[in-house]
T-cell receptor, first 112, second 114 residues
């Protein structure tokens, strides 16, 4: 089954404790991206990747890092999480940069 | 530049009545447009997409949308609402050229009253 898998689905952590949210897709998609969803703001792009070893900032990259060492994986790294990064995070992939995106189930992160 | 405006943050309809969710877009290029649906505690699912073919686009679950270039609109409609349609809906625009990404509207929450 074609899918985007994120883990974990839920995470509660403390300020400053590094964490990684994993994302994997099995559709051989070139393009992957991370979004955060906050009430009243819709989804905002954090980072995106057009291919292996090619990543770039989206609209709200501050406080986040990503890597794309393999085509299927695109982890999101929070080196020092802060409470303002409490949000619902989605990973997405698509065949091309401007085609329909397939989304993971989301990761609800709470930073206390 | 691309942007999307969803004109209603919340729409409430009775079961069996028509649904209209409004979306206006702005795009420097010929746009691709999408509607996604998000059910509670779920990821986003593609409802339908417009990519410069037919202006009236049919999607899943009886939804359709009409691309109107002169009005820069892409409103989502359904003739008869079902309880299972209650969800949040996002209008999304992207460019067909250039290094761009998906631009999301702020969402419209649809409530269906029994």
């Amino acid at each position: 089954e074609a899918q985007v898998t994120q883990n974990p689905r839920y995470l509660i952590t403390v300020t400053g404790k590094k964490l990684t949210v994993t994302c994997s897709q099995n559709m051989n998609h070139e393009y992957m991206s991370w979004y955060r969803q906050d009430p009243g703001l819709g989804l905002r792009q954090i980072y995106y990747s057009m291919n292996v070893e090619v990543t770039d900032k989206g609209d709200v990259p501050e406080g986040y890092k990503v890597s794309r060492k393999e085509k299927r994986n695109f982890p999101l790294i929070l080196e020092s999480p802060s409470p303002n990064q409490t949000s619902l995070y989605f990973c997405a992939s698509s065949f091309l940069i401007n085609t329909e995106a397939f989304f993971g189930q989301g990761t609800r992160l709470t930073v206390v | 530049a691309q942007s999307v405006t969803q004109l209603d943050s919340h729409v409430s309809v009775s079961e069996g009545t028509p649904v209209l969710l409004r979306c206006n877009y702005s795009s420097s290029y010929s746009p691709s447009l999408f509607w996604y649906v998000q059910h509670p505690n779920k990821g986003l699912q593609l409802l339908l997409k417009y990519t410069s073919a037919a202006t009236l686009v049919k999607g899943i679950n009886g939804f359709e949308a009409e691309f109107k270039k002169s009005e820069t609109s892409f409103h989502l409609t359904k003739p008869s609402a079902h309880m299972s349609d209650a969800a949040e809906y996002f209008c999304v625009v992207t460019a067909q050229t250039g290094a761009n990404n998906l631009f999301f509207g702020t969402g419209t929450r649809l409530t269906v009253i029994p």
